[in-house]
T-cell receptor, first 115, second 113 residues
Framework: AQSVTQLGSHVSVSEGALVLLRCNYS??????LFWYVQYPNQGLQLLLK??????LVKGINGFEAEFKKSETSFHLTKPSAHMSDAAEYFC?????????????FGTGTKLQVIP | EPEVTQTPSHQVTQMGQEVILRCVPI?????FYWYRQILGQKVEFLVS????????KSEIFDDQFSVERPDGSNFTLKIRSTKLEDSAMYFC???????????FGSGTQLSVL
């Protein structure tokens, strides 16, 4: 079984400030971990993923996330928020045995960027 | 970047009616999925489809739901007799190989009245 918990359904940051979106996962096998972004009226877009190897992964639009097995966490960060980052962000997990099939999503965090 | 296309973008139907949601996968993709997102809730896996058969489905995907790829291009999700609780955004997703990046469509917003 696998699950994801996202802490904070809404996060507000000032433009230029650090973005930190928290995600903790649970998986009975080594996980694949993902962050997706959803802009209004659009589909889900993959920001970044962790499968194996380097635990710090870099994604699009300046985002990165670090896989910490000891903390079962995969928090998403960006050093400096832009107005265009305002969107909903979903953390997701898939078991390594299942690859990309049956991805389990978190409940999402809406990011607001204040000018 | 290639896109997954979903039609219609919005669908309104009466309870008990049948609906068909359509998805055009990216041309060389072999694996197809449906997910749904009830307003304010998480995105939930419904079903995965490969080689013209269901490879995995969730407990949500009961006998009221079916999927098919009737003409080798469109991938459809049919809900036989809609219920109020079927109201959700339905996302189609595809990938070329089992363990590769998923591409999501922009979704069909289904409203059951």
């Amino acid at each position: 079984a696998q699950s994801v918990t996202q802490l904070g359904s809404h996060v507000s940051v000032s433009e230029g400030a650090l973005v930190l979106l928290r995600c903790n996962y649970s998986s009975s096998v080594p996980p694949y971990l993902f962050w997706y972004v959803q802009y209004p009226n659009q589909g889900l877009q993959l920001l970044l993923k962790y499968t194996t190897g380097a635990t710090l992964v870099k994604g699009i639009n300046g985002f990165e996330a670090e896989f910490k097995k000891s903390e079962t966490s995969f928090h998403l960060t960006k050093p400096s928020a832009h107005m265009s980052d305002a969107a909903e962000y979903f953390c997701a997990v898939s078991s390594s045995s299942g690859g990309y099939q049956k991805v389990t999503f978190g409940t999402g965090t809406k990011l607001q960027v204040i000018p | 970047e290639p896109e997954v296309t979903q039609t219609p973008s919005h669908q309104v139907t009466q309870m008990g009616q049948e609906v068909i949601l359509r998805c055009v996968p990216i041309s060389n993709h072999l694996y197809f999925y449906w997910y749904r997102q009830i307003l304010g809730q998480k995105v939930e896996f419904l079903v995965s489809f490969y080689n013209n058969e269901i490879s995995e489905k969730s407990e949500i995907f009961d006998d009221q739901f079916s999927v098919e790829r009737p003409d080798g291009s469109n991938f459809t999700l049919k809900i036989r007799s809609t219920k109020l609780e079927d109201s959700a955004m339905y996302f189609c997703a595809t990938n070329r190989q089992f363990n590769e990046k998923l591409f999501f469509g922009s979704g069909t917003q289904l409203s059951v009245l």
